[in-house]
């Protein structure tokens, strides 16, 4: 059948205003493609700055924590020789009509055998253990010098088995926990078999080998387990730890930037 001309203009005009909406529905979706292409290019802009600021607090945070650790360990070794000249005796015999220090001076003479040595002050110190709703009490003494109280320690330690009492180094906190905290998994196996243990400040050698107890305190995984005894500070060792710790952190955030960086560029690319 064929078309009139005047069928055909129709037809034509028709047609035509079927293309004009078509293409104005392709402009309004260009439209809306360029606008969300604009919005993830901010988006992804923001993400970049957002980024490179955590970076930036990150390496900061690492910073502050190694001069902590530093500042720590310093604090530890002066805390420390304030304490050269102290001793901690428990379970030690005592008569409730004597003051701390009289109590201290016959035990050290009569069941340690040490006579010419200086104690200068001493006191009772009560812990109460919540646990088992009691308390218990040790006394600490303070010697006139380092040398009186290795007098001391070295006789507590010479005597025989079953002696009543005992006699410890005082420590700092930090440094007594890290020897608590070591000797279910260290100390008390190596005596077992026989090693020589030996503690400085809160580095333990076993068999002149220093054993890395950072990596059970903190979970961190630092790749060395024990390294020789070395003739440098405590405080030095942990500032060497620190800044392993640091520098594995700060190369875990550059790959991570570095592959975000990669990811937004090959986006860009391909849009």
């Not at 604009?38 to 690492?62: G, H, P, Q, R, W």
């Not at 304490?83 to 016959?106: A, G, H, M, Y």
């Not at 110190?125 to 070295?154: E, M, N, P, Q």
């Not at 006699?167 to 998994?185: F, G, I």
């Amino acid at each position: 059948m064929k078309m009139g001309k005047s069928e055909l203009e129709l037809l034509k005009i028709w047609m035509s205003e079927k293309f004009e909406k078509a293409e104005q529905a392709s402009t309004n979706q260009n439209k809306k493609m360029d606008s969300l292409i604009n919005k993830l290019d901010t988006y992804e802009t923001n993400l970049f700055d957002v980024i490179v600021v955590t970076s930036k607090l990150e390496s900061e945070n690492l910073k502050l924590r190694e001069e902590n650790t530093m500042m720590k360990a310093q604090i530890n070794q002066i805390d420390a020789r304030t304490r050269s000249s102290n001793l901690r005796f428990f379970n030690i015999p005592e008569d409730s009509t004597k003051t701390p220090i009289e109590n201290l001076r016959e035990y050290i003479k009569s069941d340690l055998k040490v006579n010419e040595v200086n104690l200068d002050s001493a006191r009772k110190i009560v812990t109460k253990v919540a646990s088992l709703s009691t308390k218990h009490s040790h006394i600490i003494g303070r010697f006139r010098s380092t040398h009186d109280a290795t007098i001391v320690r070295s006789a507590a330690f010479s005597r025989p088995k079953g002696s009543k009492g005992s006699v410890e180094e005082d420590l700092p906190q930090d440094w007594a926990q890290t020897r608590k905290d070591a000797y279910t998994t260290h100390v008390k196996p190596a005596k077992l078999q026989g090693k020589k243990i030996r503690w400085v400040g809160d580095n333990l050698y076993i068999n002149d080998q220093k054993i890395n107890l950072q990596k059970k305190r903190n979970d961190q995984g630092l790749d060395i387990d024990c390294e020789p005894s070395p003739g440098g500070s405590s405080s030095a060792v942990s500032r060497s730890s620190a800044t392993a710790l640091a520098d594995k952190q700060t190369d875990k955030t550059n790959k991570s930037v570095k592959s975000t960086l990669w990811s937004l560029t090959s986006r860009k690319k391909s849009s």
